[in-house]
């Protein structure tokens, strides 16, 4: 079966850059993004290619070539779902904040509103694809959704988790180091998983395609974030040990990396990972395990969050301590809000946490990041209902200018390892700040010896003074 028809739900980071790409790679297959948020359509359509909802490296340029020709983004989404071969479900799975699983379980009423709008909207045959990081076994609730909602049309399920990074999407897209498809035995089944596997061709090579089970497929999902996360947990957590004893984190990463069975990769001690993955899939894994009753299995992954939090808030304790134990009235600059550099988006990013824990001791925060806009970052804070809007505004304010951002104040603190911070003239803001001038780099991306030469007191994450 070749597919010529592809319909994504869910215009957002993955299903927008994912569809471009397929879009680029495969002339021949019609590809529309439909979501009910019209802004994030029309910006998606915008002939301002500075303008696209999602900064991603890569991304403006190919949405120029592919869009108009076979890329489209609507909000005519009954309509694109009849038309379409094979449908994706790319809609948000975030963590539940109401009722049984509050905090921990991945809310699914997304993924069943589209179930059910698919089943409505269909009239022939489709294959339908789960993109959204979902709870191992989702795949049995949206066959038995469209099995019973539906027109009589026949349903194939699969699982296609994205293991695209933000920041680096585009390059992640096109070359991957694996796809996996999850589906079931049937011969049907199996015709689907070639159908989806022939599109990945066009640009991936066979062996990294790889078939599983629709379970397997999806619990590899939760699994390759939580390990991933682990490894930042682990470091983050030998970083505080390295800090008492003398020890330098970036020796001990580079070490320990060297061994090829531990490998060199995501071994950089930080101020906390962030993101809108790691921390909810790992809640979602924790909420798994306990409703089988699997309690220890629970306890181990839970504890990679609590050691995040506990980097987090150790990173905000120790610029308090260090700045004589106030920080009232004292400006601060945050250079960086984005949870990792080139990205726009600032979900669960440490900076945010780092900014509310200084707020309460009542500091006067200065930030600049390079991409991400001034009505994001306060609606990051006032989602934490921490204080007052009005509180948040006249506590903390947002420069486009890092200079002006960084003048009169008494420290500075990394939240963001942006590349342009490096090549700041480190002397002229040194000069404009107030002695002693702290830097605080939660992203160890400075060099140390440098700053130190100019006069100021440098902190990094992971070297004892
Ligand atoms: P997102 O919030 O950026 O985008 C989701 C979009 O779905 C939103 O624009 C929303 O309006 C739309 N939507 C929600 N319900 C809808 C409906 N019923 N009909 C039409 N549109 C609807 O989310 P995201 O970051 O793209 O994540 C999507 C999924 O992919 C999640 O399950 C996430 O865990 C997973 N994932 C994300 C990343 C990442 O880097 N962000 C990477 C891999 C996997
Ligand atoms: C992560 C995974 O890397 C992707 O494979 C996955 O598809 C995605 O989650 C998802 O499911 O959403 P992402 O969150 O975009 O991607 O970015 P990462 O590069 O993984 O970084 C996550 C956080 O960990 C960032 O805050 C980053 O700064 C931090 N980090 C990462 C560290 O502190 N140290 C490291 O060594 C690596």
């Not at 010529?4 to 680029?24: H, L, R």
């Not at 979900?347 to 509310?356: F, Q």
């Not at 420069?399 to 390892?417: F, G, M, R, V, W």
């Not at 490096?422 to 060099?447: C, E, H």
């Amino acid at each position: 079966m070749k597919i010529k028809n592809i319909c994504c739900i869910g215009a957002g980071y993955v299903g927008g850059p994912t569809m471009a790409v397929i879009a680029k790679q495969c002339p021949n297959i019609k590809v529309t993004v439909v979501d009910i948020n019209q802004a994030r359509i029309d910006a998606w359509n915008s002939d301002d290619f500075n303008k696209l909802p999602i900064f991603e490296p890569g991304l403006a340029e190919i949405v120029k070539e592919a869009r108009g020709k076979n890329l489209f983004f609507s909000t005519n989404i009954d309509k694109t779902i009849d038309e379409a071969d094979m449908i994706f479900i790319s809609v948000n799975t975030p963590t539940k904040t109401y009722g049984k699983g509050k905090g921990m379980a991945a809310d699914l009423k997304y993924i069943e509103l589209c179930a059910r709008q698919i089943a409505k909207a269909s009239k022939q045959n489709k294959i339908v694809v789960e993109k959204s990081t979902l709870p191992v076994r989702t795949a049995s609730a949206i066959k038995s959704i469209l099995d019973n909602t539906g027109n009589g049309v026949q349903f194939q399920i699969l699982s296609n988790p994205e293991f695209l990074a933000e920041g680096t999407a585009v390059q992640d897209l096109l070359d991957p180091d694996r796809i996996l498809i999850g589906g079931g035995s049937s011969e049907k089944d199996q015709k689907a998983v070639d159908a989806l596997a022939d599109i990945y061709a066009n640009w991936v090579p066979k062996d990294k395609i790889l078939t599983t089970n629709v379970w397997s497929s999806e619990l590899s999902k939760l699994t390759a974030n939580a390990f991933l996360a682990q490894r930042v947990s682990s470091i983050n957590a030998m970083s505080e040990i390295c800090e008492k004893t003398g020890a330098d984190v970036r020796e001990v990463s580079k070490a320990i990396g060297m061994d090829s069975r531990i490998g060199s990769k995501f071994l950089n001690a930080s101020v906390g990972f962030g993101g809108s993955c790691f921390q909810k899939d790992i809640l979602n894994l924790v909420y798994i395990a306990k409703s089988y009753g699997l309690n220890e299995v629970a306890d181990y992954w839970e504890q990679v969050i609590l050691m995040n939090e506990h980097q987090k808030n150790r990173f905000s304790d120790n610029m308090v301590s260090t700045l004589y134990n106030t920080v009232s009235g004292k400006k601060i600059t945050f250079l960086g809000w984005a949870f990792k550099k080139d990205t726009n988006d600032t979900r669960e990013s440490a900076a945010i946490k780092v900014a509310d824990n200084l707020l309460n001791e009542q500091a006067k925060i200065s930030v600049y990041d390079p991409k991400v806009s001034e009505e994001r970052i306060y609606t990051d804070l006032d989602y934490l209902n921490t204080r007052s809007s009005d509180e948040n505004k006249s506590l903390l304010t947002i420069n486009k200018d890092p200079y002006d951002a960084c003048k009169d104040s008494h420290a500075i603190t990394i939240l963001t390892e942006w590349d342009e911070f490096k090549s700041y003239d480190w002397k002229s803001i040194y000069k404009n700040m107030q002695k002693p001038a702290f830097v605080f780099d939660g992203r160890g991306l400075l060099n140390k010896k440098e700053l130190e030469e100019i006069g100021f007191v440098y902190y990094n994450i992971g070297t004892g003074n």
